[in-house]
């Protein structure tokens, strides 16, 4: 028994070593393979492909999905993609697309425009959604017919031959580049599916698609690989396996070579990357807001209070030593450095009489708890914001409950309401997005009560055809926000594109890597 | 026999159930509403939409009649969806149970094996090398959390030296449990050690006992070789009591360790369970928990078929 | 009467005398006070507030002006892990006295009296013993939600099992006891000869769970914590410290933020670990507890032996 026992364990040590030589990774980049780290849909192991309905800009969006144009990477100007070409009306309330012909989907089916129609329609009837597009497509003409049960075609959306006609309520400034970010999806596939569940539809195991890339393998829970579609009607992608994974440690994993492309915000994977040499990284400026909101109801109520904010807590060195480079200090939505922003908007500044001079004056109630809360629990680095906003709070003399939520945080952010300080992050396809907030039904509004002013302004800001409009309305939307300050901006958080430097033919200038642009996927190589 | 396991049947079916309304009921005591948690406000199309999606899930129906409902599913082996994914719950167990089950059963087989090999050594030759060691890994089970186990190992192994894999169970490439082994060896050998010091000792005092027994002397007496004495008498002898110990850890089997399997996130049931709390995902919470709780019931079931295979007393009456 | 305290007196002298000359007692003892006394004096000892932030000076590994190093605030880490034991203590004491509590009411009054509520009380107890304690805790949190005092009311509510056992097996015994059935011919009401006359003749094991259950809860505070479900992160408490290993950069790059918490429970629970074997000790010299367990196990070792 003995001798056996222990051959047993010298054996199993034996193995043991043997498989961690094994374990050894070397599997640089090549043309025949790279491998991405995505965040997809369903969380803890790749799932399926993310709606690019919900959210876009993922490489595995960029690789399969196409919409009517496509963007640069500021966004804001568009090339044709599926259509050849677009013109508006005189007064700019009828919009004509014309779709190119000889595309077919990933299946051999041709491309049509009832497939364009159906993808436009169907978005009001999912129960999910980005509201980019609600925003936008709410303004054609028969929208409010369409919802889960009703009708399914709006009245506005009307196809000659190959040109679609759109007929607006009112002039959209948007609705250009929000088409360029809408992704058309197969109707031949999809039109008796559940619509109003499309988000968890099988189709994203295996989406029928128009891009340069399709799914080739989808091993449940573990990765997703993509491989060139044969019917992609453009130059033939010089990559031939594009792998996503989902990497619990993205240092570890660009490190050993396991690694080609992801993004970040996280500011200590950004801060171990910059030891890794054989990565390349490109920052981005993006729209990424991340405020506290503020509950006007409690202690809060008087505006003094919430502007004491401003100064109680030392923005400036904190955001900048917990996200470096990442983190800039923004003191509006329409941020210093940006077109239109109002320069009388005063910088925060570290001053705690100042701020203990202003709650004061709104003889703030320092015998109430302000409950301080979040929902990215797992993100380390809005833990120790946090943490460090609730002990410099506590320092003027407030008492502070700082806890994450678990759980459903919309309910508790617009239903159940129990907290003073709230911190909220945005991603935004544009500033009107910011202002857009305040007025929106489902959210603010349920907080602040209806907001007609905002709501006013934001729909001119919708239909500005000229820059001088929109910098009035964005400069009266900000004077407004001042007088309230129902959101306190903290700062906007850059994205990181990290990419093998073994890759080339990526584009010269990157995009928000949380939409979709033109990065020529099916021009990138390795070597 | 037969009386005694109709009156365990008996008491198994009705605490079952308690068990399933305790959960339904508990659950919905939640503040949170399903809807919400599915399609946050400010990705809601449409409020219209938003109810057609409570009623196709039965949201609106009387709650008693979703409890029963929700049994009368679950009997089926329809778990429902997640709300989180919207996948369906039965595919992510599918999907998560595998994974735990290589990681615990692994781990248990491994502490097993080890144990009962450093617990006989131990018990045979007290103040022993054997006894020594399984005294410091005692030691070591008691104080060191398991997850700090792991993170030391992770710092050691993964960063260090970098000869291990941190996690990620299945890369591309990489399909067979061989290919897995490399992903296998830190969580199986954090969960190993943290198991290890409560089983040696019980193998230990297990031996201890069974090595004062009559017919242990009696063979030694006989001049039965010592190697076996402590094969065929001590060993197998002490082998009654571990085994009961081990069919206590059965849930772990589906439940995992949920503080291991963060550590090196691996995609088990664990890690799918705080997933779901931290998202109040309650579909999957329920479906895992109820799970559990039939496990546990099982479990304790076959204890004490065992216990009353062991010793008739339990049998007889109440013996407690 | 004066004889009595007398009595008491010279008993509990006899006791901490023993306990004293228990050497694993004393280096227990010894560990404990130690990390209590630099619990209440952290600021005196490193010199730091705990929660005193310099962002600029974050990350810095151990040196001679912050001896553990300083975390992603600027915070000193001595600081915050000598007085993060405060709380810890706290919630393993206060958490383990209720749990106790529970388990010795309802051990005693079930082995007391026996029959149905002892079989309800011991199937509720199995139940919950056997029920995964982390995903029970996470069930209780995510309806509770986080604090303090929620999280030492859902350890007593998940932990009073071992306790129960003991004290209802102790009853069992000491129910057909002479001075109890004494008792009953007297008509002493039930909840005096329980709590009155028997309970006093179990607080060995008691204590021992007690100690033994500090212990547990400690690390199970540090597990909840270590997943964010535990305290508040503003309390400062050694599983609050730990959350930071969730980064795996943290784990690689800044070892201190967590190698040093988790060597503090460590060694904590090592302390309350050896007070807990000297105490068993001095309590029970004939380990009582022991010697029934192991004639269980006898009885299952002889049936096997038997059967082959």
Sequence with gaps: ?527 | MVSFLIRRVAILVPMAFTISALIFFASRLSPIDPINAMVPPDMASDSANLEQLREELGLNDNIILQYFHWLKNIATGDFGYSLQSGEKISDILALRMPATLELVLSALILSTLLALTLGLFAGAKKGGVADKLSRVLGVIGIAIPDFFIGLALLNVFAFRVEWLPTGNRVAPGQVTLWDRLPNLILPVSTLTIAMLAVLIRYTRNSVLDTLNRDFVKTARSKGVPEWRVLYSHVFRNSLGPVMVLLAFRLPLLVGGSILVETVFQWPGIGTTIIAAVTASDYPVIMVVSMIIAMVILVASFLVDIIKSILDPRVRLGGGN | ?308
């Design chain 1, 1 to 527: 028994m003995r001798k056996f026992t222990k051959s047993l364990g010298a054996l199993g040590l034996a193995a043991a070593l043997a498989v961690s030589v094994l374990a050894v990774p070397s599997q640089a980049a090549t043309n025949n393979s790279i491998t991405v780290a995505e965040v997809t849909a369903g969380g803890g192991g790749v799932q399926t492909i993310f709606s690019p309905w919900i959210n876009s800009g993922s490489i595995s969006h960029h690789a399969m999905f196409r919409a009517l144009f496509k963007a640069d990477a500021n966004l804001t100007s568009v090339k044709p993609d599926l259509a050849s070409g677009y013109k508006y009306s005189k007064d700019g309330k009828t919009l004509t697309v014309t779709l190119k012909s000889g595309i077919k989907w990933s299946d051999g089916k041709d491309l049509t425009v009832d497939d364009v129609v159906w993808s436009m329609n169907s978005l009001l009837r999912v129960a999910k959604s980005n509201a980019i597009y609600v925003n936008a497509f709410k303004q054609i003409v028969g929208s409010e017919a369409v919802n889960g049960t009703n009708t399914t075609t709006m009245s506005g959306i009307t196809t000659k031959g190959n040109d679609i006609t759109i007929s607006l309520k009112a002039p959209v400034n948007t609705l250009i580049p929000v088409l360029a970010q809408f992704m058309i999806l197969p109707k031949h596939v999809l039109a008796n599916e559940d619509i109003l569940k499309l988000d968890t539809n099988n189709y994203w195991k295996n989406p029928v698609v128009l891009g340069p890339y399709k799914v080739g393998t989808f091993s449940q829970g573990n990765f997703i690989t993509l491989v060139p579609n044969d019917k992609y009607e453009g130059s033939k992608p010089i990559i031939k396996e594009i792998n996503i994974i989902v990497s619990s440690n993205l240092v570890a994993d660009a490190k050993s070579g396991k690694l080609d492309y992801f993004t970040t915000n996280d500011p200590d994977t950004i801060r171990a990357m910059s030891s890794v040499s054989t990565f390349k990284s490109a920052p981005l400026d993006v729209l990424f807001y991340r405020y506290l909101v503020i509950n006007p109801t409690g202690p809060f109520s008087n505006v003094k209070a919430r502007e004491a904010l401003k100064y109680a807590i030392d923005w400036n060195k904190l955001v900048p030593a917990i996200y470096g480079q990442q983190g800039k200090v923004i003191n509006s939505g329409v941020a210093s450095g940006m077109s239109f922003h109002d320069s009388s908007i005063p910088k925060y500044k570290y001053d705690k009489a100042k701020a203990a001079a202003l709650l004061k004056e709104a003889n703030f109630d320092f015998s109430k708890t302000i409950r301080l809360r979040t929902y990215n629990q797992s993100q380390p680095a809005v833990m120790l914001i946090l943490t460090a906003v609730a002990q410099q709070l506590t320092e003027i003399g407030m008492k502070v409950e700082f806890l994450p939520w678990t759980g459903d945080a919309t309910t508790e952010l617009w239903t159940n309401r129990n907290y003073e300080l709230a911190l909220k992050g945005l991603s935004a396809f544009n500033v009107g997005e910011w202002f857009a907030e305040y007025s929106n039904p489902a959210t603010f509004e349920k907080l602040l009560g209806a907001q007609p002013k905002y709501a006013a302004l934001n729909s001119q800001l919708i239909q500005s055809t000229t820059l001088r409009d929109t910098g009035k309305i964005l400069t009266d939307l900000q004077k407004l926000e001042q007088q309230d300050l129902y959101k306190l901006p903290m700062h906007f958080l850059k994205q990181v594109v990290f990419i093998s430097k073994n890759i080339s033919g990526t584009p010269t200038k990157w995009g928000n890597p949380l939409y979709v642009y033109q990065n020529n996927i099916a021009s990138w190589s390795a070597n």
């Design chain 3, 1 to 308: 009467m004066k004889e009595k305290s007398l009595k008491q007196q010279s008993t509990a002298r006899i006791f901490i005398r023993n306990l004293l000359r228990n050497p694993s007692a004393v280096i227990g003892l010894t560990i404990i006070s130690l990390m209590i006394l630099g619990a209440i004096f952290a600021v005196q000892i490193s010199g730091a507030d705990p929660d005193y932030m310099d962002p600029i000076s974050g990350r810095l590994g151990p040196s001679l002006d912050h001896l553990m190093g300083t975390d992603q605030l600027g915070r000193d880490m001595l600081s915050r892990v000598l007085s993060g034991g405060k709380q810890s203590i706290y919630i393993g004491v206060l958490a383990s006295f209720l749990a106790n509590l529970i388990g010795t009411v309802l051990g005693a009054t079930a082995g007391y009296l026996g029959g149905k509520i002892d079989s309800v009380v011991m199937r509720v107890s199995e139940l919950v013993m056997t029920f995964p304690q982390l995903i029970l805790v996470l069930i209780f949190v995510s309806l509770l939600g986080q604090g303090i005092n929620n999280v030492i009311i859902v350890f007593a509510l998940t932990g009073w099992m071992t306790t129960f056992r003991l004290v209802r097996g102790e009853f069992f015994s000491l129910r057909e006891e002479s001075f109890v059935e004494a008792d009953r011919a007297f008509g002493f009401s039930k909840p005096r000869i329980i709590f009155r006359h028997i309970l006093p003749n179990t607080m060995s094991p008691i204590v021992v769970a007690f100690t033994i259950n500090i212990a547990i809860f400690i690390i199970a505070e540090a597990g909840l914590s270590f997943l964010g479900l535990g305290v508040p992160v503003t309390t400062p408490t050694w599983g609050n410290l730990l959350t930071a290993a969730q980064n795996p950069v943290v784990i690689d790059e800044y070892w201190w933020l967590w190698v040093f918490p988790a060597m503090s429970i460590a060694v904590f629970v090592l302390g309350v670990n050896f007070v807990g074997d000297g105490l068993r000790d001095v309590l029970d010299p004939r380990h009582k507890s022991l010697i029934a367990k192991s004639k269980w196990k006898v009885a299952l070792v002889g049936r096997l032996g038997r059967k082959k």
